[in-house]
């Protein structure tokens, strides 16, 4: 199956707990047959509070299961095989590990997990075996532990969805540094947002010229979640914690962007040229005042969220791509960028949302001082909340000019320039029966609790 036509042009996503009951079954047989990899899920609960089924890249069970398999939804992938040829198979519509099917000693024989980096993951966990695949590289391979037919493994992608390590060609290094050099170092402040834009896209047609455009997009996100780190003490305590394990970031679920109306579009452009397939459009129009375009990279599986201000008589049209015209009032979003400017540009992403054990990671960060806001959703099939948001000093500039067209009061200006504004946040979310989805009322409500002119009326 090709995955990249595989994502649904309609998007009531399905709850897939047949699945996910099936592969947890067999989670528990194989930890049950690995000290090594019992251990390591008991420290990555205790430790960041995430659960080990959430780090799993794949695991290769008898080809006995596949009818049960394709029961629950999977299919194979008519595109893929396993290293040895073994049968590919993936839930297209739910956010379940893939199998491989082999036959072994246990069931499962291998289960392979997926930290950002697999030399920061033998680091962490003091390891003396080798690398398979070269640094960079698509596709890198370690063997963690092997006990009674149980094999665990740790794996490393870059913008690669197969299972065979290749060497790099020639110069392909030295590009592959080049344009994470390039995205680290681009400009987010220019003399206008337009400008800014234009110079993103010179960023970014080098880049494609460099490392084409699966490579790219794995890179740009990369630094997008390290500019974001240096403004949230959240994400730097959390990506601290899964550090200590040799994790990183290998449990992101989606970026949030917020953007103004006057970018939204070029926004937009900007992610379709690395490859993004348009997922959700989000109308909340008349509701909450806001619209949001999901998109996913399908080489990568990077998840954008692109939230702009919305009227509600535009929720017929496709304001992805769509100019939208000023509007006579902020809400939420466009308060927020002309707090802080674009995310894409000068404040970075709004937030990152990574998978967790929902009641574990809130426990252990209130004790290390960062508390979580009331949950947006709390379905068994999807919890999401925000830590307390950073709350980040404002232009005395951008304050003056809202001020100026109306947009804010003078006493709102007053108090923003005092005390600043709530800038980003972590998002802790839990999802359960490979759930895909999001839950717009559920959006809608934490869109209005983070408007910036609640939070001043809040600080007093």
């Known amino acids: 199956m090709n995955h990249a036509s595989s994502l649904a042009t309609t998007f009531d996503w399905p709850l897939a707990n047949e ?16 000290s090594c990899a019992a251990q390591l899920a008991a420290r990555m609960q205790a430790a960041t509070g995430t659960d080990f089924f959430e780090w799993v890249d794949h695991l290769v069970l008898s080809p006995d299961d596949e009818t ?8 194979v992938d008519r595109l893929l095989t396993g290293p040895r040829g073994e049968p590919v198979l993936e839930h297209p519509r739910a956010t379940l590990p893939r199998v ?8 499962p024989s291998v289960v392979a997990i997926k930290p950002e980096f697999v030399a920061d993951f033998i680091a962490a966990q003091h390891l003396n075996v080798l690398i398979e695949g070269e640094p960079r590289s698509r596709y890198r391979r370690v063997l963690v532990a ?43 402040f220019a003399a206008n947002d337009t400008e800014g834009f234009w110079e993103a896209r010179k960023v970014q047609r080098r880049a494609l010229q460099l490392v084409g455009r699966d490579v790219a ?18 994400a730097r305590l959390q ?14 679920d989606h970026h949030t962007y917020r953007s103004s109306r006057a970018c939204f579009s070029e926004l937009i452009a900007f992610f379709n040229e690395f490859g993004f397939v348009k997922r959700e459009r989000f109308y909340a129009g008349a509701e909450a005042g806001w619209g949001a375009q999901v998109s996913e990279q399908p080489v990568t599986g990077v998840v954008i969220f692109a939230d702009v201000d919305l009227l509600p008589e535009e929720t017929t049209v496709d304001f992805s791509v769509r100019k939208l015209p000023p509007a006579a009032q902020l809400r939420t979003v466009g308060l927020w960028t002309g707090l802080h400017g674009e995310s894409f540009l000068q404040a970075g992403m709004h937030h990152l949302e990574a998978r967790f054990d929902f009641h574990s990671l ?33 232009s005395v500039a951008r304050v003056e000019r ?29 999802r359960h029966g490979g759930f895909k989805g999001f839950n717009q009322k559920a959006v809608s409500a934490i869109i209005a609790a983070t408007d910036p002119r609640q939070q001043a009326a809040s600080a007093h």
């Open 217 to 234: 997009c794995h890179l740009f996100f990369e630094q997008e979640r390290a500019c974001w780190e240096q403004r949230n003490r959240a």
């Open 146 to 188: 092997s006990e009674k037919g149980a094999t665990l493994e740790a794996v490393e992608r870059r913008a690669y969805r197969g299972f065979i390590p290749a060497k790099l060609k020639a110069g392909e290094l030295a590009a592959i540094v080049r344009t994470s050099e390039l995205f680290h170092t681009r400009a987010r």
């Open 19 to 34: 699945g996910e009951t099936l592969l947890r079954q067999r989670l528990a047989a194989f930890l049950a047959h690995n």
């Open 362 to 394: 809130r426990d252990q960060l209130a004790l290390a001082g960062v508390n979580q806001m009331k949950p947006f959703s709390d379905f068994e099939f999807l919890r999401q909340a925000f830590t307390e948001g950073e709350r980040w000093p404002v």
């Open 68 to 75: 049960a398999l394709v029961h629950a939804g999977f299919a």
């Open 402 to 430: 809202l001020v100026t067209a109306g947009q804010i009061t003078r006493e709102q200006g007053d108090q923003f320039i005092r005390d600043g504004a709530i800038g980003s946040h972590l998002e802790n979310l839990q």
């Open 239 to 252: 990506k601290f914690r899964q550090d200590q394990l040799g994790l990183g970031w290998g449990n992101h």
């Open 100 to 107: 491989l099917l082999r036959p072994g000693r246990s069931n």
